[in-house]
C-alpha cells in the first residue's frame, strides 16, 4: 500500500442519507485517508440499501487504489449522478475496501457518525 493511504476501522456507527432516506447505517465502515484529504467513510455494500443506487457508465483509476466503479442514486424527486464510488478489485494495498462504496457528501447526501 502507497505509505500515504491507511485504512482502519471507522469508530461507532456511520449513516448515509440522501433525499430524505436513508440509505444505509454500519457499525463496520471503513475510514480511509490518503495524504492531506479529508478522511472517507466506506460502508459495506450489505449495509447499504442498493435499491437506491444505479450503476452508472463513469469510471477512473487511481494509481494507488485501482479502478473505481460510480453509483448514481435514484431518490423520490431526483437522480443524483456519480453520487457514490467503489473499487471492485482494488489493488493489494487496499484490498479491504473492496466491496465497501463511499460517498460523495453535499447539501443532498449526507455521511455521519450517529
Known amino acids: 500500500m502507497a505509505d500515504h493511504i ?4 471507522a469508530d461507532g456507527t456511520w449513516t448515509v442519507r440522501a433525499g430524505g432516506a436513508v440509505l444505509g447505517e454500519s457499525a463496520n465502515a471503513l475510514e ?3 495524504g492531506d484529504y479529508p478522511a472517507v467513510i466506506y460502508f459495506p455494500r450489505d449495509d447499504i440499501a442498493m435499491e437506491f443506487l444505479d450503476a452508472s457508465d463513469k469510471s477512473t483509476h487511481c494509481p494507488h487504489k485501482g ?3 460510480y453509483f448514481s442514486i435514484v431518490t423520490k ?3 443524483l449522478q456519480d453520487a457514490a464510488w467503489s473499487y471492485e478489485s482494488p489493488k493489494d494495498g487496499v484490498a479491504e475496501i473492496a466491496g465497501h462504496l463511499a460517498f460523495y457528501t453535499s447539501d443532498k447526501v449526507a455521511v455521519e457518525q450517529i
Open 67 to 69: 479502478d473505481a466503479s
Open 6 to 9: 491507511k485504512i482502519r476501522p
Open 32 to 34: 480511509l485517508t490518503e
Open 77 to 79: 424527486s431526483t437522480v
